[in-house]
């Protein structure tokens, strides 16, 4: 072996050495970088008081994600009015002074009327898990994006949580007839404003947290919030005693989680894919939850509560849909939109609804069979 050749090997050699130091020394930076960082936090808020079910269903969602990111997301949920009012959601969101929210859209009603119909209104016969079908796989998803878009909202939505058809709202006495309801002065949200005006009440739309004190109050004559378990715990009970059930004024409503768009994009692909399967688990898991909770409440409020309810009469569902029709054909000729969107859930309800009407049985005889007069479920 010649000179130039030992001296050629031991440069060689160096230069490998070297290598191996400085990847030695990037696999031990690797962690210790990745450690000083931590989890990743979000500050989201929700729209509903800290003591509402909806705000369980917002904590609920961050455990979801919490757990499945094995920590390395962290979401916290503030309640409403902790950093803005809840009508003021979306702006917070969009701008980044919150990393995102949950309430619903029908709250940005003001920004574009046609938010109003992810839920405000008789969903053309659809009920709330159809209209989140239509959401999710007739194109509801991509009109969404594209609405926020055109009001200039840095948001990432996701649309969840069905909720059963609400009652028509809370009274100082039965409802009787249309005319009963002329001059009252009511609360309510979204185009259902429209509606209710359209009818004859004088509407003021309240966030959930308010609306009891403006009845004890008496700035409000009667209103509507949404089910069993929420209005007992914001003391619809203390000041009426009589609830009307069923409406179509918010017969498919479901519930938004937001993400400010910059927070969203900037997470890593596999948490995105946590989030969106966090929100369809979260969506099942609401929907069990509801049908518990919501019907120990509805029999709660009857024995200790004294609450009375009572059906809607026909005549005012019926009443709601020809003023319905009327307040979006005024929309829909205004607002090119708000067509596009009409007209997309419209297509999608004529299918899944003739398909429901043919094929799912009415429970209403297996009911009356078991738990009716006869009571053949006391003889099992």
Partial sequence: ???????????????????????????????????????????????????????????????????????????????????????????????GTLDGGHGVAVYHYGKQPALALWGSGPGFAMDANMLLAWHKYGGGKDLLEKLYKSIGANVQSFLYGPMPTQPLGWFKKPVARAEDLKGLKFRTVGISIDVFTGMGLAVNALPGGEIVSAMDRGLLDAAEFNNASSDRVLGFPDVAKTCMLQSYHQNAEQFEILFNKGKYDGLPERMRAIIANAVEAASQDMSWKAIDRYSKDYIEMQQKDGVRFYKTPDAILRQQLEVYDTVVQKYASQNPMFKEIMQSQIAYAERVTRWEQDTVVNRRMAFDHYFGQNAAAKKL
């Avoid at 008081?49 to 979801?64: G, M, N, T, V």
């Fill in 1 to 95: 072996m010649t000179d130039s050749d030992t001296a050629a090997r031991k440069q060689s050699r160096r230069k490998f050495l070297q290598a191996g130091a400085v990847a030695a020394a990037a696999g031990v930076a690797a962690p210790a970088v990745a450690q000083t960082a931590g989890p990743a936090t979000m500050r989201f808020q929700s729209t509903w008081p800290s003591k509402d079910i909806f705000h369980e269903y917002a904590l609920d969602f961050a455990k979801k994600v919490n757990d499945m990111t094995g920590g390395d997301l962290r979401i916290e949920v503030l309640p409403a009015g902790a950093v803005v009012p809840a009508f003021g959601l979306l702006d917070a969101v969009s701008s």
